[in-house]
């Protein structure tokens, strides 16, 4: 059984870092994808960055480009997503979760394990 817990969440201001920890507990035993997802109130959960875990291949949603950083330390299992530059509109509970497939796909549907979500808020 594969786990992921998810930390470094919290509350800063607009234009300030945090650093999302991901870590795994439990094998995939395949290379795959792991992905950050995120799901702010009334909204849909989205995609923002998915990092292939057998190579250096990484996504970014378009919001999120050149400001948040996803990398994998593979000796520890874990996946971090450096967030710089916040905005308001990235208020949302983040969530970690890993596919088998290595699909790296946006679709949350392709992702088989989840962690429980971290959240993350930015005022303005």
């Known amino acids: 059984q594969v786990q992921l817990v998810e930390s470094g969440g919290g509350s800063v201001q607009a234009g300030g870092s945090l650093r999302l920890s991901c870590a795994q507990y439990?094998?995939?035993?395949?290379?795959?994808?792991m992905g950050w997802f995120r799901q702010a109130p009334g909204k849909e959960r989205e995609g923002v960055a998915v990092?292939?875990?057998?190579?250096?291949?990484?996504y970014y949603a378009d919001s999120v480009k050149g400001r948040f950083t996803i990398s994998k330390d593979n000796a520890k299992n874990t996946v971090y997503l450096q967030m710089n530059s916040l905005k308001p509109e990235d208020t949302a509970m983040y969530y970690c979760?890993?596919?088998?497939?290595?699909?790296?796909?946006?679709?949350?549907?392709?992702?088989?394990?989840w962690g429980q979500g971290t959240q993350v808020t930015v005022s303005s």
């Open positions: 439990g094998y995939i035993y395949s290379d795959n994808c």
């Open positions: 979760a890993a596919d088998v497939t290595a699909s790296c796909s946006w679709d949350i549907y392709e992702y088989k394990y």
């Open positions: 990092i292939y875990t057998g190579g250096s291949s990484t």
